[in-house]
């Protein structure tokens, strides 16, 4: 079996990075008792494949991971069992079975909306003026090189609102992150709170979330892991 599950990560764990989550989610599996798949070898690992990884520092209402399992499993109980296996902050919030055909989240997931809470003052101008724009040029380390690319195309949308920027960021064909956004807006990030809201499957006109906000909502219950 097949299962994808959405989980959020708000608070102090923002900080952790997505290689102690991942770690996390192993000892989350384990604790709850489910019947995770294991790869082979000398050193066998779960066969789970985590989403588009989380800057480190920005909080999630919308994370993905897909879990392998040797047995079925109603979906609907997932965030029940896992959820106080994890630390506070972590909150599985939805579950979904997959065909076993189904795409990776890496390839499938297009675009990703954003929540900045930052200090809006004469931000619209700066927005309009980078809409605007014909180009929206940045500088960015890839694998130790810098190299300049051309950020205008992958921001779909931007938006003050209540007080806080909302933005739609492309993934594809290489993701824009937060901070890269915000620079050219002249904001740095370390002034802001950023939270992903939601990730986005585009295909033939039409878009959808990985897993549908109430696909398996189910409740928390239970002490959780310290």
Not at 5 to 26: I, N, P
Not at 96 to 117: I, K, M, P, R
Not at 136 to 151: A, F, Q, S
């Amino acid at each position: 079996m097949l299962a994808r599950l959405r989980f959020s990560k708000l608070g102090k764990v923002r900080w952790t990075s997505h290689r102690d989550v991942a770690r996390m989610w192993e000892r989350a599996f384990r604790r709850a008792g489910l019947p995770v798949t294991y790869t082979g070898g000398f050193s066998p690992r779960p066969k789970v494949s985590f989403g588009l990884a989380l800057p480190t520092g920005h909080e999630s209402l919308a994370e993905y991971l897909d879990v392998h399992l040797d047995a079925e499993v109603d979906p609907v109980t997932l965030p029940g069992r896992l959820t106080p296996a994890l630390p506070a902050g972590i909150d599985v919030t939805g579950g979904f079975a997959l065909d076993a055909a189904a795409g990776s989240l890496q390839h499938e997931v297009t675009s990703c909306s954003w929540e900045v809470e930052l200090d809006a003052t004469g931000l619209t101008d700066r927005i309009d003026a980078a809409l605007a724009a014909a180009e929206l040029v940045v500088t960015r380390v890839r694998k130790g090189h810098p190299v300049t690319d051309d950020i205008r195309p992958a921001i779909r949308s931007l938006v003050v609102a209540g007080g806080r920027l909302r933005a739609e960021l492309a993934t594809q064909p290489r993701g824009l992150r937060p901070a890269e956004m915000l620079s050219v807006l002249d904001v740095a990030v370390e002034d802001c709170l950023v939270r992903r809201t939601h990730q986005w499957i585009e295909r033939d006109g039409a878009r959808w979330e990985p897993v549908s906000p109430d696909a398996t909502d189910a409740p928390h219950a239970g002490a959780r892991a310290s």
